[in-house]
Protein backbone atom coordinates (compact mmCIF):
# COMPACT_ATOMS: atom_id res chain seq x y z
CA UNK A 1 0.00 0.00 0.00
CA UNK A 2 1.50 2.94 -1.13
CA UNK A 3 1.94 5.75 1.91
CA UNK A 4 1.46 9.48 2.21
CA UNK A 5 4.92 9.83 2.93
CA UNK A 6 6.03 7.95 -0.15
CA UNK A 7 3.57 9.88 -2.29
CA UNK A 8 5.02 13.21 -0.88
CA UNK A 9 8.50 12.28 -2.05
CA UNK A 10 6.79 11.76 -5.94
CA UNK A 11 6.44 14.85 -8.85
CA UNK A 12 3.07 14.46 -10.88
CA UNK A 13 3.14 15.59 -14.54
CA UNK A 14 -0.54 16.67 -15.31
CA UNK A 15 -1.88 17.23 -18.85
CA UNK A 16 -5.70 18.47 -19.36
CA UNK A 17 -6.63 20.46 -22.17
CA UNK A 18 -9.28 22.59 -20.42
CA UNK A 19 -7.41 25.26 -18.27
CA UNK A 20 -10.36 25.49 -15.80
CA UNK A 21 -10.11 21.37 -14.94
CA UNK A 22 -6.59 21.77 -15.11
CA UNK A 23 -6.17 24.21 -12.06
CA UNK A 24 -8.63 22.63 -10.26
CA UNK A 25 -6.99 19.27 -10.37
CA UNK A 26 -3.59 20.68 -10.00
CA UNK A 27 -4.68 22.12 -6.86
CA UNK A 28 -5.75 19.18 -5.41
CA UNK A 29 -2.67 17.28 -6.56
CA UNK A 30 -0.24 20.10 -5.18
CA UNK A 31 -1.75 19.28 -1.96
CA UNK A 32 -0.64 15.63 -1.93
CA UNK A 33 2.84 15.04 -4.60
CA UNK A 34 5.94 16.89 -3.58
CA UNK A 35 5.87 18.72 -7.04
CA UNK A 36 3.05 19.33 -9.43
CA UNK A 37 3.94 20.10 -13.29
CA UNK A 38 0.71 21.26 -15.30
CA UNK A 39 0.23 20.68 -19.40
CA UNK A 40 -2.24 21.84 -21.45
CA UNK A 41 -1.03 19.56 -24.51
CA UNK A 42 1.38 17.05 -25.23
CA UNK A 43 3.17 18.90 -26.61
CA UNK A 44 4.50 20.71 -23.71
CA UNK A 45 3.81 17.95 -21.32
CA UNK A 46 6.49 16.30 -23.78
CA UNK A 47 9.09 18.92 -23.27
CA UNK A 48 8.14 19.18 -19.05
CA UNK A 49 8.87 15.70 -18.90
CA UNK A 50 11.97 15.55 -21.25
CA UNK A 51 13.20 18.67 -18.56
CA UNK A 52 12.57 17.66 -15.35
CA UNK A 53 12.72 14.10 -12.81
CA UNK A 54 9.04 12.90 -13.49
CA UNK A 55 7.89 10.08 -11.05
CA UNK A 56 4.44 9.81 -12.56
CA UNK A 57 2.20 11.31 -15.41
CA UNK A 58 -1.62 11.63 -15.11
CA UNK A 59 -3.01 13.06 -18.67
CA UNK A 60 -5.94 13.68 -20.78
CA UNK A 61 -6.79 11.88 -23.97
CA UNK A 62 -8.02 14.12 -26.53
CA UNK A 63 -5.78 17.11 -26.59
CA UNK A 64 -4.50 19.55 -29.30
CA UNK A 65 -0.78 19.41 -30.73
CA UNK A 66 -0.44 15.76 -29.44
CA UNK A 67 -2.92 13.52 -27.77
CA UNK A 68 -2.59 11.12 -24.91
CA UNK A 69 -1.60 8.57 -26.77
CA UNK A 70 1.09 10.50 -29.15
CA UNK A 71 2.48 11.24 -25.43
CA UNK A 72 2.31 8.06 -24.56
CA UNK A 73 4.60 6.74 -27.72
CA UNK A 74 6.88 9.16 -27.59
CA UNK A 75 7.53 8.33 -23.37
CA UNK A 76 7.42 4.94 -23.97
CA UNK A 77 10.24 4.67 -26.99
CA UNK A 78 13.00 5.87 -23.88
CA UNK A 79 10.55 4.80 -20.79
CA UNK A 80 8.79 1.58 -19.97
CA UNK A 81 8.79 2.07 -15.91
CA UNK A 82 7.46 4.93 -15.65
CA UNK A 83 3.31 4.83 -14.63
CA UNK A 84 1.06 6.28 -16.99
CA UNK A 85 -2.56 6.86 -15.97
CA UNK A 86 -5.30 7.96 -18.58
CA UNK A 87 -8.17 10.09 -17.28
CA UNK A 88 -10.93 10.41 -19.81
CA UNK A 89 -14.33 10.47 -20.41
CA UNK A 90 -13.80 7.92 -23.77
CA UNK A 91 -15.18 4.22 -23.50
CA UNK A 92 -13.76 3.57 -27.15
CA UNK A 93 -12.67 -0.25 -26.86
CA UNK A 94 -10.19 -0.11 -29.42
CA UNK A 95 -8.69 3.26 -28.25
CA UNK A 96 -8.18 1.74 -25.46
CA UNK A 97 -6.43 -1.80 -26.79
CA UNK A 98 -4.25 0.57 -29.02
CA UNK A 99 -3.47 2.10 -25.44
CA UNK A 100 -2.63 -0.95 -23.67
CA UNK A 101 -0.40 -2.05 -26.29
CA UNK A 102 1.52 0.68 -26.24
CA UNK A 103 2.27 -0.13 -22.48
CA UNK A 104 -0.54 2.69 -20.28
CA UNK A 105 -0.32 1.73 -17.30
CA UNK A 106 -3.87 2.82 -15.97
CA UNK A 107 -7.14 3.97 -16.88
CA UNK A 108 -9.45 6.81 -14.70
CA UNK A 109 -12.63 7.91 -16.23
CA UNK A 110 -13.66 11.64 -15.57
CA UNK A 111 -14.41 13.33 -13.08
CA UNK A 112 -11.76 12.68 -11.22
CA UNK A 113 -12.12 11.30 -7.68
CA UNK A 114 -9.04 11.55 -5.73
CA UNK A 115 -10.04 8.39 -3.50
CA UNK A 116 -10.52 6.31 -6.72
CA UNK A 117 -6.67 7.98 -8.19
CA UNK A 118 -5.34 6.56 -4.64
CA UNK A 119 -6.42 3.29 -5.38
CA UNK A 120 -5.01 3.02 -8.58
CA UNK A 121 -1.65 4.08 -7.26
CA UNK A 122 -1.62 1.44 -4.68
CA UNK A 123 -2.54 -0.96 -7.19
CA UNK A 124 0.58 0.72 -9.15
CA UNK A 125 2.82 0.52 -6.57
CA UNK A 126 1.59 -2.71 -4.95
CA UNK A 127 4.54 -4.63 -6.85
CA UNK A 128 6.82 -1.63 -8.33
CA UNK A 129 9.85 -0.78 -6.17
CA UNK A 130 9.45 2.81 -5.01
CA UNK A 131 11.19 5.70 -6.33
CA UNK A 132 14.91 6.52 -5.65
CA UNK A 133 14.42 9.80 -3.76
CA UNK A 134 12.39 7.59 -1.41
CA UNK A 135 14.81 5.22 -1.03
CA UNK A 136 17.48 8.17 -0.54
CA UNK A 137 15.61 9.77 1.92
CA UNK A 138 15.27 6.16 3.69
CA UNK A 139 18.87 5.86 4.13
CA UNK A 140 19.42 9.99 4.96
CA UNK A 141 17.50 8.62 7.71
CA UNK A 142 19.08 5.62 8.72
CA UNK A 143 22.72 7.34 8.21
CA UNK A 144 21.61 10.34 10.80
CA UNK A 145 20.55 7.50 13.30
CA UNK A 146 23.99 5.73 13.48
CA UNK A 147 25.85 9.21 13.34
CA UNK A 148 23.75 9.73 16.61
CA UNK A 149 24.45 6.23 18.04
CA UNK A 150 28.63 6.45 17.11
CA UNK A 151 28.58 10.59 18.40
CA UNK A 152 26.81 8.51 22.01
CA UNK A 153 29.22 5.96 21.76
CA UNK A 154 32.54 8.05 21.29
CA UNK A 155 31.17 10.38 23.80
CA UNK A 156 30.97 7.88 26.60
CA UNK A 157 34.23 6.37 25.76
CA UNK A 158 36.05 9.73 25.85
CA UNK A 159 34.95 10.80 28.80
CA UNK A 160 35.85 7.49 30.53
CA UNK A 161 39.28 8.01 28.85
CA UNK A 162 39.27 11.28 30.71
CA UNK A 163 37.87 9.96 34.08
CA UNK A 164 40.16 6.96 33.78
CA UNK A 165 42.23 7.41 36.64
CA UNK A 166 39.49 8.18 38.50
CA UNK A 167 37.01 5.69 37.65
CA UNK A 168 35.38 3.40 40.18
CA UNK A 169 32.91 0.53 39.97
CA UNK A 170 29.98 3.61 40.33
CA UNK A 171 31.20 5.42 37.86
CA UNK A 172 30.71 3.17 35.69
CA UNK A 173 27.49 1.75 36.26
CA UNK A 174 26.27 5.24 35.96
CA UNK A 175 27.86 5.86 32.44
CA UNK A 176 26.29 2.50 31.31
CA UNK A 177 22.82 3.63 32.69
CA UNK A 178 23.41 7.47 31.00
CA UNK A 179 23.99 5.56 27.70
CA UNK A 180 21.40 3.49 28.10
CA UNK A 181 18.91 6.27 28.87
CA UNK A 182 20.64 8.33 25.83
CA UNK A 183 19.50 5.07 23.37
CA UNK A 184 16.27 5.03 24.76
CA UNK A 185 15.37 8.96 24.32
CA UNK A 186 16.58 8.01 20.76
CA UNK A 187 14.16 5.49 20.18
CA UNK A 188 16.87 2.93 19.35
CA UNK A 189 15.74 -0.81 19.42
CA UNK A 190 15.99 -2.35 22.79
CA UNK A 191 19.25 -4.55 21.42
CA UNK A 192 20.81 -1.62 20.11
CA UNK A 193 20.30 -0.20 23.47
CA UNK A 194 22.13 -2.77 24.88
CA UNK A 195 25.03 -2.73 22.81
CA UNK A 196 25.36 0.82 23.92
CA UNK A 197 25.35 0.13 27.47
CA UNK A 198 28.13 -2.64 27.05
CA UNK A 199 29.54 -0.36 24.87
CA UNK A 200 29.73 2.26 27.47
CA UNK A 201 32.11 0.73 29.59
CA UNK A 202 34.81 -0.05 27.34
CA UNK A 203 38.10 1.43 27.99
Do not use: W
Amino acid sequence: MITKELIKTLSILHIEDDLITLKKHSKILTRIFNKVYSANNGEKALSLYIEYKIDLILSDINMPVLDGLELLKEIRKSNQEIPIIFITGRRDINYFINAIDNSVTSYLYKPFELEVFIEHLNNIYRNKPVNSRYHLESKKIKLKRKEEIESILISNLGNLIQLKSKETSLHIKRVSAYSFHLAKKLQLKEDMCNILKTASILH
